[in-house]
């Protein structure tokens, strides 16, 4: 089974900062695209910030020159880095990866995968 688990999340005060982590584990055989999204309370689902298996990154509007996404691709580990923390990025972050994995047939699957979600809260 491939799964993602995130952690970092928490309450933080306006101009804070948090580190977020997600890491992958099961039998991947390779990983393309990870991301960050989030969702607020009565707001869709968007993407914060997303980087390939080369360390290109895009960012949305909202986050640029605050957030930064890096990975460690020898952990299958994504962070986001968020600094000058406002209210507004109050929110459930998930973790998105786009993956290869190995089946119990040794075939190869592609997959996209999210994680269960952390909990970041700004407050004012």
């Known amino acids: 089974q491939v799964e993602l688990v995130e952690s970092g999340g928490g309450l933080v005060q306006a101009g804070g900062s948090l580190r977020l982590s997600c890491v992958a584990s099961?039998?991947?055989?390779?990983?393309?695209?990870m991301g960050w999204y989030r969702q607020a309370p009565g707001k869709q689902r968007e993407s914060v910030a997303a980087i390939t298996s080369g360390g290109t990154t895009n960012y949305a509007d909202s986050v640029k020159g605050r957030f930064t996404i890096s990975r460690d691709n020898a952990k299958n580990t994504v962070y986001l880095q968020m600094n000058s923390l406002k209210p507004e990025d109050t929110a459930v972050y998930y973790c998105?990866?786009?993956?290869?994995?190995?089946?119990?047939?040794?075939?190869?699957?592609?997959?996209?995968?999210w994680g269960q979600g952390t909990l970041v809260t700004v407050s004012s």
């Open positions: 099961g039998k991947i055989f390779s990983i393309n695209a």
């Open positions: 998105n990866a786009d993956l290869v994995v190995v089946t119990t047939t040794s075939a190869y699957k592609h997959l996209e995968i």
